[in-house]
């Protein structure tokens, strides 16, 4: 069973509008949340990553944030863009690093 | 720019034969892990090589195997490949701060 569960497994959005993804982990004990941004057939890129004492980190109109006690964090896109249409992965480090399936998100014109 | 490089982008093979991906990371990076990413799927950790030593590994057969040279760069065998060896791998640097290349995909005939 995997650790890291994520939603929704994929999202259309128009361009300019909000969006919010979710994460949701088991790992244990926990170390570090991580969000990478992953284009088609490209390797992942860290947008944020957070430690159990912060509960929110930003990177531009990326805004990621953390519930330790309740195992969720969520990613905030804000003025979604075309380019904003990619993979998002949320990777959490504890005995070692598991890794969620992914929200593809979808920007349309 | 991740600083992580990886050869071949493309790679086509046939079940039953044995290919060899090569990745390259920042010097002074000294650990390196492969991941195998199906389709719509999150990474799935291999292994893990620090220092020219296996030091982790996931749920893969020993077909899977690895080297990682003094210079940093690193190589993911397999052998004996199955069609549901098709995937893209990717290698990742460092641990704290994971720098991905951008992978090779493998498609498995």
């Known amino acids: 069973k995997n650790q890291v569960e994520q939603s929704p497994q994929s999202l259309i959005i128009l361009e300019g509008k909000n969006c919010t993804l979710q994460?949701?982990?088991?790992?244990?004990?926990?170390?570090?949340l991580r969000w990478y941004k992953q284009d088609t057939g490209r390797g992942p890129v860290s947008l944020t990553i957070?430690?159990?004492?912060?509960n929110t980190k930003s990177n531009g109109r990326y805004t990621a944030t953390l519930d330790a006690d309740t195992k969720q964090s969520s990613l905030h896109i804000t003025a979604s863009q075309l380019s904003d249409s990619a993979s998002y992965i949320c990777?959490?480090?504890?005995?070692?690093?598991?890794f969620g399936a992914g929200t593809r998100l979808t920007v349309k014109p | 720019e991740t600083g992580v490089t990886q050869s071949p982008t493309h790679l086509i093979k046939t079940r039953g034969q044995q290919v060899t991906l090569r990745c390259s990371s920042q010097?002074?990076?000294?650990?390196v892990s492969w991941y195998q990413q199906a389709l719509g799927q999150g990474p799935q950790f291999i292994f893990q090589?620090?220092?020219?030593?296996?030091?982790g590994r996931g749920n893969f057969p020993p077909r899977f195997s690895g080297l990682q040279f003094p210079n940093y760069s690193s190589e993911l065998n397999v052998n004996a490949l199955e069609l549901d060896d098709s995937a893209l791998y990717l290698c990742?640097?460092?641990?704290?701060?994971?720098?991905f290349g951008p992978g090779t995909r493998l498609t498995v005939l």
């Open positions: 990742a640097s460092s641990w704290t701060k994971q720098f």
């Open positions: 994460c949701n982990y088991t790992v244990s004990p926990f170390s570090n």
């Open positions: 957070m430690t159990f004492s912060e």
């Open positions: 990777v959490v480090s504890g005995p070692d690093m598991r």
């Open positions: 010097s002074g990076h000294n650990t």
């Open positions: 090589y620090y220092r020219e030593e296996e030091n």
